[in-house]
């Protein structure tokens, strides 16, 4: 299909900071060990395991959205909506991509924190997440801020979610 004629070579770019995503995530879970271990807190094996999911996947979205772009280079602001879809499969392919960038996180969080096991705080959280990043783009011009992104990224976090709740729907079936 033509939509993963750009869609797979995008996806390259994003796997090749998983490196530094494992080292973060790594250092994060050991932290977190050292300052259960000191509390006396029992430290929970499957929750240091989210939590390294989530620092690993933190490191990439950071290097993704900043540090993989120049600074200076691209400044600009598009508050039109669903402006980015555009008429060729490269244009879907991007708007797909903001999607698929906030899935884990729509998946991650409700595993590392019970209260965020909500609808809800799932949209506020992946909506703020993507206004800060956005915003961060235009501030240090190394990215293009738009609607579109913070719509795409919020519906890619509540997918998440969705896929979240469907996934311990079907472990309690079991």
């Known amino acids: 299909m033509e939509l993963f004629k750009y ?6 770019q994003p796997i090749s900071y998983i490196p530094q995503g494992i080292l973060t995530g790594v250092v994060a879970v050991m932290v977190m060990y050292l300052v259960w271990k000191r509390r006396k807190a029992e430290s929970d094996t499957k929750k240091l395991a989210v939590f390294f999911m989530l620092f690993l996947y933190g490191t990439v979205l950071a290097v993704q ?3 993989s772009r120049t600074p200076g280079t691209r400044r600009s602001v598009e508050l039109g909506l669903l402006g980015t879809w555009g008429t060729t499969w490269q244009a879907h392919a991007y708007v797909i991509e903001n999607v698929i960038m906030f899935l884990p996180l729509g998946i991650l969080l409700p595993l590392a924190d019970r209260r965020l096991a909500q609808w809800k705080r799932i949209f506020l959280i992946s909506a703020g997440c993507s206004v800060m990043i956005e ?3 235009y501030i ?3 990215g293009y801020s738009q609607l579109d992104d ?3 990224n919020t519906l890619g976090g509540c997918l ?3 896929i979240y709740k469907t996934l311990i729907r079907l472990k309690r079936k079991k």
């Open 7 to 12: 869609l797979l070579p995008d996806m390259k």
């Open 65 to 67: 959205t900043f540090f």
């Open 135 to 137: 915003v961060l783009q």
């Open 140 to 142: 240090t011009a190394r």
């Open 150 to 152: 913070v719509v795409t």
């Open 160 to 162: 998440g979610y969705i």
